[in-house]
């Protein structure tokens, strides 16, 4: 058997999520019907880096799966990208080691949530970028978004849903890109909560229209509880951008 990494790319915008599921179109289930294509009708189960939610969009979610064709490297993208539809395309494939999983060998992940703030609404950038018509404060909203670096309890900021017990995760930076209307906050961490960048990005908007102060942030960390942070950002503006690994 050989064990194969891709780099997926796809537009969320038309998806249930990534994950399998009984009702809804999936990413998982258009990748593993692309390789029971190729399999003659044998069942693949392919492995994904995280999930992501109805409506999230993609450039580097990482997968793996295990097969006994031995096809050229240059070659797989070009197989499975023909079998899969127009919103998903393999950017990358390698060899890897039977150790390699990509889900658990992940060491860091970056997300990217893009807002524009135009008075008006763009119909060719509505599902690929949360419209937020108001001026912002973009100082205080570094400001607020310092107290996020670091190691902390995030249980203020994920969703209830949210199934993990320990809740205590590591940013490593935020970044913000700013042109002319548009601006793009990247997050890089060891890992992610359920809906933990849509909730840091709800309350960095708020920061920015002056609804809270950036000084407020210690505290909601420290209160733990989802009801003190902001709203939830919408799913159109978030990108799984990379995945790292050793």
């Known amino acids: ?101 990509a889900r658990f060998s992940v060491v860091k992940k970056e997300y990217r949530y893009k807002v524009y703030t135009s008075p008006y609404r763009d119909p060719f950038k509505h599902v690929y970028a949360y419209h937020y018509p108001y001026p912002l404060n973009l100082d205080e909203m570094e400001k607020a978004s310092k107290h996020f670096i670091g190691t902390h309890d995030f249980t203020s900021f994920c969703s209830a849903k949210t199934e993990v017990a320990d809740k205590v995760r590591t940013i490593e930076d935020i970044r913000f890109v700013k042109s002319n209307e548009e601006l793009e906050v990247q997050f890089i961490g060891n890992g992610f909560l359920y809906n933990m960048v849509r909730i840091l990005m709800g309350t960095l908007l708020e920061v920015g229209i002056g609804k809270r102060k950036s000084e407020e942030i210690p505290s909601i960390l420290e209160q733990r509880n989802r009801i003190n942070a902001g709203k939830t950002a919408p799913a159109e503006g978030l990108y799984l951008w990379k995945v790292y690994y050793d």
């Open 1 to 101: 058997m050989f064990r194969y990494k891709c780099v997926v790319a796809y537009d969320g915008s038309n998806f249930s999520g990534y994950q399998v599921q009984p009702n809804g179109r999936t990413v998982q289930g258009e990748l593993e019907a692309a390789l029971k294509k190729i399999h003659k009708g044998e069942e693949v189960k392919v492995v994904g880096s995280g999930r992501t939610d109805a409506g999230v969009h993609a450039t580097g979610q990482v997968i793996h799966f295990d097969t006994p064709l031995h096809i050229p490297l240059n070659r797989w993208p070009i197989v499975l990208n023909s079998m899969l539809p127009n919103d998903i395309s393999i950017k990358q494939t390698e060899l890897v080691d039977a150790n390699f999983h």
